[in-house]
Nanobody, 124 residues
Framework: VQLVESGGESVQAGESLRLSCKVS????????VAWFRQGAGKEHEGVATIGSDGTTNYADPVKGRFTISKDNAKNTLYLHMNTLKPEDSAIYYCAASFRYGYKWLADPRPNTGWWGQGTQVTVS
């Protein structure tokens, strides 16, 4: 499975941004996919997951502001981010796994599953 993120950039607090992740190499519809982030000097942090059945889960810091979605026809995962805050600044990674839900969100294990190279989001 290959994952390639795009869409990261520098924005002002309160603005919106949409990240994309193109997935290839596997019938990813059978996998859960997710967004994680890693701030400077911090561990990987779960942001949102979406299961093969479309069930979504969000980390508390982003609930109500971020929306995860996927377009199966385009093999693309999205993260719509609204009302961005400086603390949202991080490298954002998309990932695919047979793991799913809040357990995966809380315990990213970046050495398992499949991960992209990340895209930088900076909010000032």
């Amino acid at each position: 499975v290959q994952l390639v993120e795009s869409g990261g950039e520098s924005v002002q607090a309160g603005e919106s941004l949409r990240l994309s992740c193109k997935v290839s190499g596997y019938t990813y519809r059978r996998l859960s996919v997710a967004w994680f982030r890693q701030g400077a000097g911090k561990e990987h942090e779960g942001v949102a997951t979406i299961g093969s059945d479309g069930t979504t889960n969000y980390a508390d810091p982003v609930k109500g502001r971020f929306t995860i979605s996927k377009d199966n026809a385009k093999n693309t995962l999205y993260l719509h981010m609204n009302t961005l805050k400086p603390e949202d600044s991080a490298i954002y990674y998309c990932a695919a796994s047979f793991r799913y839900g809040y357990k995966w969100l809380a315990d990213p294990r970046p050495n398992t599953g499949w991960w992209g190279q990340g895209t930088q989001v900076t909010v000032s």
